[in-house]
């Protein structure tokens, strides 16, 4: 039994507020993760019902982004489930490197990429791929609802024990200490490869043309035709030979299925089909 009072039509007054006066569709989420997330809030505040806070929102705008960062998936390190990134760099990256022309940009994106570990791990690896040659720059942008774990993505600054995964002589090459070791920063040269910027998948003007998308741990969260629009936008935002990369948790099923036809299935690791 939950500690809250609830009405139905109180939740979907609140989401449709949330939607006219900041552009973020909570339809698109399960709803038990969205209760979940709002109960967090509505503890946090001493709160009993969806009709309260819709009115703590009035009196205090600087919620909205309170409630937005609980809805970021922020559980997050350098190298998460490390098989996939060991065949990313062996297998993807090659393939990449092959496609291209000389000075053409790879470009890649990470769709809701929390406090950026992702974004700054794929963009070492390409760094450590192409080496000294730079036949390839690359670009490696990131996405995510939370302005503030946005922020501090372009901060650039972890605690040690988010770069467990990381070998050594990356961590050594690629960061400055700080704080006796207790926190580090990403150098310039992988800073200024990447780019971030705040957005929701359902609403915001997505990147194009690119060679891969990295979407992991996100759409389990999401209602199923949340989940195909995102697919199609995907297909849409990627090259003819382009990759979808999903959490391990995460498969691709109906309809979406005939848009991307599993690589590596293991890593889930998929290639956009050219004929749908």
């Excluded at 390190?77 to 060991?86: A, G, T, Y």
């Excluded at 972890?158 to 704080?179: D, G, H």
Aim: hydrophobic share 35%; proline share 3%.
């Amino acid at each position: 039994m939950s500690e809250f009072s609830y009405a139905e039509e109180d939740l979907q007054m609140l989401v449709e507020k949330i939607l006219n006066q900041r552009g973020v569709d909570l339809h698109q989420y399960k709803e038990n993760f969205l209760r979940r997330r709002l109960d967090i809030r509505l503890r946090a505040r001493r709160l009993q019902d969806y009709s309260q806070y819709s009115s703590l929102l009035d009196e205090d705008p600087s919620e909205y982004s309170i409630f937005f960062e609980t809805l970021s998936i922020n559980v997050t390190k350098f190298l998460r489930d490390k098989d996939v990134f060991d065949t990313f760099y062996k297998h993807i990256i090659p393939k990449l490197m092959e496609g291209k022309q000389n000075h053409e940009d790879i470009r890649i994106w990470s769709a809701g990429c929390a406090s950026g570990e992702e974004v700054y791990s794929i963009a070492i690896l390409l760094h450590e791929a192409l080496g000294d040659s730079k036949l390839n720059a690359f670009n490696v942008i990131g996405t995510d609802i939370s302005p503030k774990a946005i922020q501090a993505a372009k901060n650039g600054r972890y605690k040690a024990e988010t770069l467990q995964n990381l070998p050594r002589v990356l961590l050594i090459k690629y960061f400055e200490s700080l704080q006796d070791r207790k926190q580090y920063e990403v150098c310039n040269e992988i800073r200024d490869s990447v780019s971030f910027s705040v957005g929701d998948l359902s609403r915001s003007v997505t990147p194009a043309n690119l060679d891969v998308i990295f979407c992991r741990n996100m759409l389990m969260y999401l209602e199923s035709e949340a989940q195909h629009q995102i697919f199609a936008t995907f297909y849409h935002s990627l090259k003819k030979t382009g990759y979808l990369v999903l959490g391990k948790a995460e498969t691709i099923i109906g309809k979406p299925a005939g848009l991307f036809e599993p690589l590596m299935s293991k890593e889930r690791i998929y290639r956009k089909r050219n004929e749908p």
